[in-house]
């Protein structure tokens, strides 16, 4: 496998995959890099770069076989297998992304939730109990977890994500505002919706620009 | 103002706002691109290019007057101006999105929250009045939003959005897993968890490969 495929590419290819399992739903053999493109709002030519990182699967002229090309992507993206998760901090947003539709049927199982509420800790939410976050590091060590959501207040997300690190947790997603940081070789992303709205707000200025 | 600023460019803006932002309450006068390179993780020469777009902001080799610098992103982004935000569906996740802390603090206002569940609509959250759904349409041409975040349920997003774009609002925040269409010249931004652990669990593959 290639060593050094740039992350932009890396962070597209779970969209193709998601068009690709939906046209094999519906029973598509072929498709073309042009329509991949327009539904994707990608140009045909960024399509086949990015796809040729991992080798060649679509024939001059013929388009990609759909079957095969999802079936590529759910390897290279570890989706043929299942990923344990540790949901720290189980307020609104914590039980909301605990119950997000989806995730299972993606490979992704929540195995553990933490806050550090005492009334929540040793709940039944969803039929899990909630653990005491300072049982973290302890729980980990026995019990390691793929990926750490963490939706905890932002005083304590550097914390919380130092924790996860030390016990060996390799990839975070930060719903917190804060911009935690990770040492090298543990993958971070981060969903903070105030970052989206300013992304389009530039937009939206032009467009009260031309009333 | 330049026209044709690629997206990836102005997605990244948001991020160097923020830095910038810290680093003014921090009391900092002057930052060079390669200290802005590396606490984004992004190259030097990246952060330099990005910037030109939008003007001569920095001296050769004597770095960017951070206070001049945010401003100016400040303006081009549209954050010195506030813009007035609907919610629909108040669900677990939307009442998580309305409580999100830091809208209010970046020129967003959560005006308007919708839901068509009978038990939440006309009851008080945070201080809002939630609505029923079927009135956005009439809501809206009466009093404007600029920007739409849905946290509906997936199988009636679309349908949302179709209202949305309809009344004449030009930005929508989808935090459905559905992938919903807008025409052109309306923005349009998704949230979707599984697709920030799929692009981290291409990575993982490689770590449990190496165990």
């Known amino acids: ?11 597209r ?3 193709y995959y998601r068009l690709l399992a939906r046209l094999e739903l519906e029973g598509r053999a072929v498709v073309s890099s042009q329509e991949l493109g327009a539904e994707l709002g990608v140009t045909p030519a960024q399509i086949r770069k990015d796809l040729s990182y991992f080798g060649r699967f679509g024939k001059q002229g013929r388009g990609y076989s759909v079957a095969r090309l999802t079936e590529e992507l759910r390897s290279i993206l570890g989706l043929d297998t299942r ?7 189980i307020g609104r947003l914590g039980r909301a992304i605990a119950s997000y539709p989806g995730f299972e049927g993606q490979g992704f199982d929540i195995v553990a939730m933490y806050d550090a509420n005492p009334k929540l800790v040793n709940t039944d939410i969803d ?10 590091d302890a729980d980990l060590r026995k019990q390691p977890v793929d990926i750490g959501i963490v939706a905890v207040p932002a005083e304590v997300a550097q914390d919380v994500v130092d924790t996860l690190v030390h016990a060996g947790v390799h990839a975070i997603l930060n719903y917190t505002p804060l911009r935690v940081q990770v040492p090298d070789g543990v ?3 981060h969903i903070n919706p105030v970052l989206f709205l300013q992304s389009m ?8 620009a031309d009333r």
Chains 1, 2 share one sequence.
């Open 1 to 11: 496998m290639p060593i050094d495929i740039p992350d932009v590419v890396i962070d």
């Open 13 to 15: 290819l779970p969209l």
């Open 83 to 89: 990923w344990q998760v540790a949901v720290i901090g």
């Open 127 to 136: 039929g899990r109990i909630v653990r005491n976050v300072n049982q973290l």
């Open 187 to 189: 993958e971070l992303r």
């Open 201 to 208: 707000t530039y937009h939206l200025k032009r467009v009260r």
